[in-house]
C-alpha cells in the first residue's frame, strides 16, 4: 500500500497501543509512560512491530508516544536529559522502517499531547515541541503522520498546522467521548476543525471502549457531513470495556492503570468492532491500549472477505475457533464453530467484583494547578495532599 | 543460582506459560497447542524467554511443552513429519540456554503428559516417548528436568522414572485440584507416589487459579508430612481467577481457551498469591497458562525483602503502584500507593454478563473413544456428533 | 390533612403499589392485573391499605387500577360480567374509606390508561370510560382524583379534563422516562399539557426506578419553569432498580413481571430517593409497583425531622438499623448504625446471573395490531405467533 | 389431613417465614424478632395465616417464634413484662386455629432456641422455658409440635424431649448447613439424635438457601439410613440465594437483614426447589425466612401433579406463567410459557454490586461473653466497642 492508499478509500489496518503492551512486557513504565525503550531495549519494541505486523497492520507507527521534550522531562523522568529527545525518536523510526520492511507496511510517526498545552504555554511554544519531534520524522523520511491523543481540539488543531508543514498525509484522532473535548466542543465540530486544519483522515483513538468510540465516530461523520467537509474516518479505540466511564474516559475508573483485567476485550469483540467500524464507513481501523497482536488480527481475520487475504498469523488461529477442532478433549473441540463464540457471555470468575464501577470526576483539566509540568518528582506533601482529596 | 539452589531450599521463581501468551503474540495456534514456533520463529520465542527472565524468572523451562512425537502428530497437526520432534526439543534448548546466559538462570527440560497414555498405550510405549525427548535435554545438557501438566499420577510416575534416568534433579507438577487426579487418586497421595518415583520437588502447574492451586498443593504437604516423606514444594498455577471449575479445571470452563480475557487475575493478585505460597513454605513459586512477564514481577517484587533485590524490570515499574506519582492527572497520583491497590474490587465492565459459569462435565477421560490420538484431522462428522453432545 | 393540604406545598406520602403487593399475597392475576380483589377478598385490600397507613401514607388510593370497563373485559378476563365494573370500584372507594378513618388520611380516586385508547377508540369514547368510573368516585365522595399510568400524554389530558369536571383537585402522573411519552412528546411538555388541563399535580409513577424517575420529574419541573405554569410535583417510582430499560419501561425486560426480585430496591434506596426528591422540591412523594409498606415507612423515616414525626410502624423500627442493638448475635449489633447500611452494596446471591439485561423492544404502540383490544382470550395461534417472533 | 397424615408420607406443605413477612408489613422488630404482634395486631397475623393457607399450606405454624420467657425479655424488649408470654402464646394459638378452621390445614405449636441455652444455663432451665410454652400449646390443644431454628443439637434434643411429653407428634428442623451443628455435630448425627430424642419428622430450617438445605437434609437422610433409624424429612430454607455463607448461614452474611433484597429467590427458583426436595423424598415442604405466601404457592403448583389439585390462591395464577396471555403487551404475552421462565437468569439491575460477599466469621457461639441474655439495653459503650471489633 502506497501512502496514497490511505485516500482510496481501501481498508487499513492500524496497530495496537504500544505502552500497555510493553508495560506487561518490562520495558515501559506505568505513570510517565514514556518510550526511552526505543533505545534502551529495541529488540523489545522490534519484535511488537513485528507482532502486529504478522497480525495483519497496514500501519507501524513510530513508537513516539509521549516523546516530547517537555513530557520527557517531566515530575522526575529525565529520559530528555539521559537519552535525548532526538534519540528516542530517531531509534523509533529506526525501528519501526526496519520491521515494515519485513512486509509492505508503511510507517507513521506520531505526535501527541503535550504538557506545555496543559500548562497554558503559548501556541508557539507547543508548536515548537510538536516541530522538534517532526524534524526527527521528516530526516527519517516516515510515509505519513498522525497527531493523536488530544483532549482538546485546540491543541490537536496545533498539531496539526505543525506536521502538515511537512507536505505529508496527516491523520488526526481525539482521545475523546460522545461528549466531546475537555472544553465542551462536540466530536462534530472537533472533526471539521481538524480537517481544516488540515487532516485527510480523522477520528478517535484510546480513552474508550469499542462501541462508545465507534459511536463517536458517527458524530463526528455527522458532523463532517453536516459541514460538507470530506475526511476518511479512523478509530482506534481501546480494547477494555468502559460502559461506566464519563468524560475524561478510562483514566476516570478506578482499575486505571493497574487493574483493568477483567476489562480486556476477547477477539470475538473485535471482530464485532472491526465489522461495526466497516459498515459505519471506517476505513482506519485500529486499537489502541490493551489491544494485543491477537486483537488486530480480529480485525484482519473479520474483513478478510473485504480485503480478500488473511493476515501471517493467521496461520496459527482459525477463523471463529475452528482450530479447537485440533484439540485433544471432546468437549472443547465442540466449542470449534462461530454460533458458540459468538454468543458467549465471558463470566469474570470474580464474585466479590461488580460489573461497573464509579469513576472519579476530579473536573481538572487545562491550567489547572494539579496538571503543571514540573521537572522534579511528586513531592510527599504533594501526594499527602493528594491522598486526602481522593479519600473526600 | 546453581542446580543444587533448588534443594537448599532458597525462592526459585518459575516463568509463566508460553502456550497462552504466544498465542496471543501469533506464533501458537490453540487447539494443538504445539511448541514448533522454537524454529518457525525462535526470535518470538527468545524474546519471551528474555522478557521472562527481566521479569526475575531464576529458570526458563525449555518451550518443550506437548512436544513429544505422538502429540506434534495429532488431529491433522503434522508438525512430526514436517520439522521433526528432535529438532523443535533442540532448538528449544538452544533458545533457553542463550537467553539463560544472559542472567544467572538454570535451563530447565520439560516434559508433559502426552495422547500415548489417554490412548491406553502400555508403560513402554509411554517411557518411549519422554525418553526421545529427554535425549535432546541429556545432549544439550539443561540444568534439570520437569514433568509437568499430568491429570494422572500413574502417567506422571512414568515420566519422573525417565527423567530420574539421568541423573540430574526432578520436578514434578500435575494439573490437579483439591480432588485429585482423573483416577481419584489424592493430592498427597499423588505427591508421595512422585516423591517415590526420584521427584525432588513436587506441586501443581496450570489448569486452576492461584487460590485453588495454593490448596492442592496444602494437601500435598500434608499427604507428605503424613508419610513422613521430604520434598520440596512448587507451584505454578493459572492466571486466571476459576472458582466455579470441577475437578478437570478450566478446560472445562465455557470460556476456555478464547473468552478468558476478564478472569485474568491482576499484578495485585499475584503479589497476594506470591506471599501465601511463601506462607505456606512452597520455594519454587512461578506460573502457568496466562501468566505474562509482569505477573512474574509481581511474584519477585513480592518476594524481593525476602530475596533481597528487585528484578531488572522493576526498572521499570514501581513497587504497588508508586511510579504513578509520575503521571500528569493528579487523581491518578492519588492511587500511587499499596493500600488503594491492594483493595480494590476491579469491575469486568461487563454488566451483562455473569461471575461465574457452570463448567462442561462431560466425565470423559483416558480410554474414552472421542480422547483417542489419530493422526488425521478431526472430520465433520466427529465434529458433528460433539455439536450434538454439546447442547444436550 | 385537608384537601387543600395538598396544595399548600405540606409533604405528601403516597402509598404503594397493588397490585404487586397483592399478586404475591395471591389475590391479584399478572397479566390482567385487574382489582376484583375489592369485591372477592375485601380484607385483604383492607390489609394492605391499613399497612400503608400505618407505614405513614397520607393518601390512600382507591384499588381501582385497571378498573375501566373496558379493561375488565380484556383476553378472556371477565369481570365486568361476573362482577361489574361499578361493584368493583364502589367497593374499593368503600375499603379506602372506612381504612383511611382510623387515620387521617385522604381517599383518592384514581384512573389509568384504557385499552380503549391504545385500539384507536375516539376521545369520547376514552373520556366514557373515565367518566363511569369517576361517577362512583363522585358517589362516594372520595376527596381527590388522581390519573395516573399514562403512556401517552393525549390520553392523559383527556382523562384529567374528565376528572377536572368533578371540581376536586386532580393529580396526574404518566409512567414516561427521560424519553419522554410514546409518542415523543418530552416529559417537560407532558407536565405543561396536564397542567393546562387542570392538574395542580404533576409526576410520574410506575416503569421505572427511583433515580430514573427523579432524573424525569426533573425535566417536568424545567419545562413548567420555562412555560411559567405552576403546579405541584409528585414521584411514585417503581421499588425495582432499572438502569437497563429503554422507553417503555420496566415491562420491556426480561425480568417482567416474574423475575425482578434481585432488582427489588432496600429501605435504603428508598430513604435516599425520598431524600432526592424532596431536595428537587417534590412535595408528593410516594411509590409505585413494588412497594412495600416498609419502602413507604423508608420516605416517612427519612423526612421524619421536616414532618416533625414518624410513623405508626416505625414503633417496630430503629432509624437506619438501630433496632439491631437488640440482636442476639454481636456481629448482628455491630450494624446498628447508618453508617453500615447506607455504605453498603448488597450482593445478589446469584453469580451465574448478570447484573443488567437487554430490554425487549418491539417498537409496538398505541394502534398495532397486536395491542388492540379483544373481549376473547388470546387464541393458541395467536401465542404461537408471539413465541416465533420472540425468538427472532 | 389428620395429624396422622404427617406419618403416611402424603405431601405436606408447610408455611413460609412470619417475622421477615411482618418486619416488612410494619409488625415485628428487627433484632429482637419477637412476635407480640399476635396481642397487638392480631389482625395482621391473621391476615398472613390466611394467605399461606390460600397459597395451600397444610399446616399453620403458630406464630411463637422466639416467644420464650427469656427471649420476650431481652437487650431492652420488655414484651413478658408487658403483655406476658403467656398472653403472646395463646394469642398466636387462637389465630391460627381461628385462619387454619376456614380451610382443612393443622395447627402446629413451635418453640425455637432461647437464650438461656446460649447463655449457658442447665438444663432444667432451658427445658422448663420449653414447657412453659408446651402448656398453652396443650391447652389450646394444637394438632402437633415442632422444635425449630436450633444451632444446637444438645438443645434441640432437649426441645424434643419436652415437647414428646405431650404425647403429640413432633418435628424437629435445625437452623444448620452441611457443615453440622455449632458444636461441630453433623448433620446426620444430628438427625439420627433428634429421632432418639422422639421426633418422627426431622430435617432443616432457615439459615441457607434451598439447594444448600437440601445438601443438608440428604446428610440427614445418609445418616439415619446408616443407622437404620426411621423419620419423615422436612425442609423449610429461606427465600433467599446464600452460595456465599459459611457456618453460621445468613446471618453472617452483610446483608442481613436489610439489605438482602437481591437476594429474594423467585418463583421459578422455588418450583425448581420443590421438586428437588420431592425427588429426594422429602415430604414435609415449606419455607422460612423470605418466603412469602405466592412462593409456597410455587410449591403447591409444582406438586400438584401429585397432590392432584391446585390451591386456591391459583385461581390468580396461571401454571408457569400463562396468565400473562392475558397481558396486553405482545411481547409480555410471548413469556407465557415454561421454557421462558425457566431458563430466565434474571438480571440485579445492580451493577456496581457483587453477586457474593464475604460473611462476617467472628466465630462466637454458646458461651461467648456478648451472647449472654441480658435483661437491659445494649449500652453505648458496648456498642462502641462491637464496632471497634466489625471495623479491624
Redesign the interface.
Same mark, same amino acid.
Given at each position: 500500500i502506497p501512502p496514497e492508499g490511505l485516500y482510496a478509500g481501501e481498508i487499513v489496518i492500524g496497530d495496537g497501543g504500544f505502552v500497555f503492551a510493553l @508495560?506487561?512486557?518490562?520495558? $515501559?513504565?506505568?505513570?510517565?509512560w514514556t518510550p526511552e525503550a526505543t533505545v534502551e531495549h529495541p529488540?523489545?519494541v522490534r519484535?511488537l512491530h513485528?507482532?502486529f505486523l %504478522?497480525?495483519g497492520s497496514n500501519v507501524l507507527q513510530t513508537f513516539t508516544f509521549y516523546a516530547s521534550e517537555d513530557k520527557l522531562e517531566?515530575?522526575?523522568?529525565y529520559v530528555a536529559e539521559k537519552i535525548s529527545c532526538q534519540k528516542v525518536n530517531e531509534a523509533a523510526c529506526d525501528i519501526a522502517r526496519e520491521v515494515a520492511s519485513e512486509g509492505d507496511a508503511l510507517v507513521a510517526g506520531g505526535v501527541s499531547q503535550t504538557?506545555s498545552y496543559?500548562s497554558c504555554k503559548d501556541k508557539a511554544e507547543v508548536k515548537a515541541a510538536f516541530r522538534k519531534q517532526l524534524d526527527v520524522f521528516m530526516k527519517k523520511n516516515v510515509d505519513f503522520l498522525i497527531a493523536e491523543y488530544f483532549e482538546h481540539v485546540e491543541e490537536a488543531v496545533w498539531a496539526v498546522e505543525v506536521l502538515k508543514e511537512s507536505g505529508k498525509p496527516v491523520a488526526a484522532t481525539m482521545c475523546i467521548g460522545p461528549e466531546g473535548d475537555m472544553h465542551g466542543v462536540p466530536p462534530g465540530q472537533c472533526a471539521v476543525q481538524l480537517v481544516k486544519a488540515g487532516a485527510s483522515i480523522v477520528g478517535v483513538n484510546c480513552h474508550f471502549?469499542p462501541d462508545i468510540s465507534l459511536e463517536t465516530v458517527k458524530l463526528m461523520k455527522e458532523g463532517l457531513q453536516a459541514a460538507k467537509v470530506k475526511a476518511h474516518l479512523m478509530s482506534q479505540p481501546l480494547a477494555?470495556?468502559?460502559? *461506566?466511564c464519563g468524560k475524561q474516559g478510562f483514566? *476516570?475508573?478506578? @482499575?486505571?492503570?493497574?487493574?483493568?483485567?477483567?476489562?480486556? $476485550?476477547?477477539?470475538?469483540d473485535i471482530q464485532k468492532y472491526a465489522r461495526k467500524a466497516y459498515d459505519l464507513g471506517i476505513r482506519y481501523i485500529g486499537g489502541c491500549c490493551g489491544f494485543?497482536?491477537?486483537h488486530i %488480527?480480529a480485525i484482519a481475520e473479520e474483513l478478510a472477505p473485504e480485503r480478500g487475504f488473511l493476515p501471517?498469523?493467521s496461520?496459527?488461529?482459525?477463523s471463529w475457533?475452528d482450530?479447537?477442532? &485440533?484439540?485433544?478433549?471432546?468437549? $472443547? %473441540?465442540? %466449542?470449534?464453530?462461530k454460533e458458540?463464540?459468538e454468543n458467549?457471555?465471558?463470566?469474570?470468575?470474580?464474585?466479590?467484583?461488580?460489573? &461497573?464501577?464509579?469513576p *472519579?470526576g476530579?473536573g481538572?483539566t487545562k491550567g489547572?494547578r494539579?496538571?503543571m509540568q514540573q521537572r522534579e518528582?511528586?513531592s510527599e506533601q504533594?501526594?499527602k495532599e493528594?491522598?486526602q482529596?481522593?479519600k473526600f
Amino acid at each position: 500500500i502506497p501512502p496514497e492508499g490511505l485516500y482510496a478509500g481501501e481498508i487499513v489496518i492500524g496497530d495496537g497501543g504500544f505502552v500497555f503492551a510493553l @508495560e506487561k512486557r518490562g520495558y $515501559v513504565k506505568a505513570g510517565p509512560w514514556t518510550p526511552e525503550a526505543t533505545v534502551e531495549h529495541p529488540e523489545a519494541v522490534r519484535q511488537l512491530h513485528r507482532e502486529f505486523l %504478522r497480525a495483519g497492520s497496514n500501519v507501524l507507527q513510530t513508537f513516539t508516544f509521549y516523546a516530547s521534550e517537555d513530557k520527557l522531562e517531566n515530575r522526575g523522568n529525565y529520559v530528555a536529559e539521559k537519552i535525548s529527545c532526538q534519540k528516542v525518536n530517531e531509534a523509533a523510526c529506526d525501528i519501526a522502517r526496519e520491521v515494515a520492511s519485513e512486509g509492505d507496511a508503511l510507517v507513521a510517526g506520531g505526535v501527541s499531547q503535550t504538557p506545555s498545552y496543559l500548562s497554558c504555554k503559548d501556541k508557539a511554544e507547543v508548536k515548537a515541541a510538536f516541530r522538534k519531534q517532526l524534524d526527527v520524522f521528516m530526516k527519517k523520511n516516515v510515509d505519513f503522520l498522525i497527531a493523536e491523543y488530544f483532549e482538546h481540539v485546540e491543541e490537536a488543531v496545533w498539531a496539526v498546522e505543525v506536521l502538515k508543514e511537512s507536505g505529508k498525509p496527516v491523520a488526526a484522532t481525539m482521545c475523546i467521548g460522545p461528549e466531546g473535548d475537555m472544553h465542551g466542543v462536540p466530536p462534530g465540530q472537533c472533526a471539521v476543525q481538524l480537517v481544516k486544519a488540515g487532516a485527510s483522515i480523522v477520528g478517535v483513538n484510546c480513552h474508550f471502549d469499542p462501541d462508545i468510540s465507534l459511536e463517536t465516530v458517527k458524530l463526528m461523520k455527522e458532523g463532517l457531513q453536516a459541514a460538507k467537509v470530506k475526511a476518511h474516518l479512523m478509530s482506534q479505540p481501546l480494547a477494555f470495556h468502559t460502559p *461506566d466511564c464519563g468524560k475524561q474516559g478510562f483514566i *476516570d475508573l478506578p @482499575e486505571f492503570p493497574f487493574g483493568l483485567e477483567p476489562r480486556i $476485550v476477547t477477539r470475538w469483540d473485535i471482530q464485532k468492532y472491526a465489522r461495526k467500524a466497516y459498515d459505519l464507513g471506517i476505513r482506519y481501523i485500529g486499537g489502541c491500549c490493551g489491544f494485543e497482536p491477537y486483537h488486530i %488480527r480480529a480485525i484482519a481475520e473479520e474483513l478478510a472477505p473485504e480485503r480478500g487475504f488473511l493476515p501471517e498469523a493467521s496461520e496459527k488461529h482459525g477463523s471463529w475457533g475452528d482450530s479447537l477442532s &485440533m484439540h485433544t478433549k471432546p468437549w $472443547v %473441540r465442540a %466449542r470449534a464453530r462461530k454460533e458458540y463464540w459468538e454468543n458467549l457471555k465471558p463470566a469474570s470468575g470474580r464474585p466479590y467484583c461488580p460489573s &461497573m464501577s464509579k469513576p *472519579d470526576g476530579w473536573g481538572v483539566t487545562k491550567g489547572a494547578r494539579e496538571l503543571m509540568q514540573q521537572r522534579e518528582a511528586t513531592s510527599e506533601q504533594q501526594l499527602k495532599e493528594l491522598f486526602q482529596k481522593q479519600k473526600f
